[in-house]
């Protein structure tokens, strides 16, 4: 079966600090993977996405992720943390037939000043 | 502007009504998605449609009704069969419904709650 596993539900950083959301995924198939944010009240967007080409993916705002095939997982980092990161992030996964994405359960991420 | 459309923003229902959300796009993208989002429990595909006059059902359809026959419209019907419908609905486009590959642009959310 296919899965996403966030492996925080809530994580707290202090401004100018390391961002790191972490995820697994379980697929038979070679995955297509993404992370998109949600603010408060509103819908998502896409940070980036993992197609099978380079595993070390970069995205808007700064943010990037590794596609670890040996460890199943797509961690999101962030170097420096800003309070306008703080939101809700989802893990996804693409189905096996590619027609349906696959979230997670998501990581609220809060900064403190 | 291009992007999609949710309204109402806040919609009440009453038991054993019908309500329906409107999810409107003018990005010309083919596929159109319902999802629903409680908290904690991420996002869970309700309906989606890869062309009009054609939808599939996601893995929530018990309770919910779609229709498509318009490119850019793909409205959401809760029936009184759902009960427990208070949730946020999120509507999303793509643009040949390739999920692997291709980016969902979501609209704002439609906030559904029972009176």
């Known amino acids: 079966a296919q899965s996403v596993t966030q492996l925080d539900s809530h994580v707290s950083v202090s401004e100018g600090t390391p961002v790191l959301l972490r995820c697994n995924y379980s697929?038979?198939?070679?995955?297509?993977l993404f992370w998109y944010v949600q603010h408060p009240n509103k819908g998502l967007q896409l940070l980036l996405k993992?197609?099978?080409?380079?595993?070390l993916v970069k995205g808007i705002n700064g943010f990037e992720a590794e596609f670890k095939k040996s460890e199943t997982s797509f961690h999101l980092t962030k170097p420096s943390a800003h309070m306008s990161d703080a939101a809700e992030y989802f893990c996804?996964?693409?189905?096996?037939?590619?027609?349906?994405?696959?979230f997670g359960k998501g990581t609220t991420l809060s900064v403190s000043s | 502007d291009g992007g999609i459309t949710q309204s109402p923003k806040y919609l009440f229902r009453k038991e054993g009504q019908n309500v329906t959300l409107s999810c409107e796009q003018n990005?010309?993208?083919?596929?159109m998605y319902w999802y629903r989002q409680d908290p904690g429990q991420g996002l869970r595909l309700i309906y989606y449609?890869?062309?009009?006059?054609?939808?599939q059902k996601g893995d929530i359809a018990e309770g919910y009704s779609v229709s498509r026959e318009k490119k850019e419209s793909f409205p959401l019907t809760v029936t009184s069969a759902q009960k427990n419908p208070t949730a946020f609905y999120l509507c999303?486009?793509?643009?040949?419904?390739?999920?692997?590959?291709?980016?969902?642009?979501f609209g704002p959310g439609t906030r559904l709650l029972v009176l």
């Open positions: 999303a486009s793509s643009i040949s419904g390739r999920a692997g590959q291709e980016t969902q642009y």
């Open positions: 697929s038979s198939y070679s995955p297509s």
């Open positions: 993992y197609t099978s080409a380079a595993t």
């Open positions: 996804v996964l693409a189905n096996q037939a590619g027609t349906a994405l696959i």
């Open positions: 990005l010309n993208h083919d596929a």
């Open positions: 449609s890869q062309i009009v006059n054609d939808f």
